[in-house]
């Protein structure tokens, strides 16, 4: 069974950047996406971010869009993301997750990291 383990979280200022990560115990067998969701208490977790094995084909959120990159480190088993003009809204538990197949926006993932707190200032 996959484990996933986020890191990377922390306090900063409005404007500011952040890198998480995500590291899996071992590969998956054929094609599978990588998604970073989000949640705040109260609300749905939502998709922010998603990349695909087959193509390495990248998926956001329009909130996130062209502030928030995601990558992969084939070699050691992780995928990386890193947020840009962080603004007070994106403030949320961010969560790391894996499926087989396509990439898919609702959060119907094989497996889930813990999570890792994102808070961000005005």
């Known amino acids: 069974q996959v484990q996933l383990a986020e890191s990377g979280g922390g306090l900063v200022q409005a404007g500011g950047s952040l890198r998480l990560s995500c590291a899996a115990t071992?590969?998956?067998?054929?094609?599978?996406?990588v998604g970073w969701f989000r949640q705040d208490p109260g609300k749905e977790r939502e998709f922010v971010a998603a990349i695909y094995s087959a193509t390495s084909n990248t998926y956001y959120a329009d909130s996130v869009k062209d502030r928030f990159v995601i990558s992969r480190d084939n070699a050691n088993y992780m995928v990386h993301l890193q947020m840009n003009r962080l603004k007070p809204e994106d403030t949320a538990v961010y969560y790391c997750a894996m499926k087989r197949g396509i990439v898919r926006f609702d959060p119907v993932y094989d497996y889930w990291g813990q999570g890792t707190q994102v808070t961000v200032s005005s």
């Open positions: 071992e590969r998956t067998l054929g094609p599978y996406a």
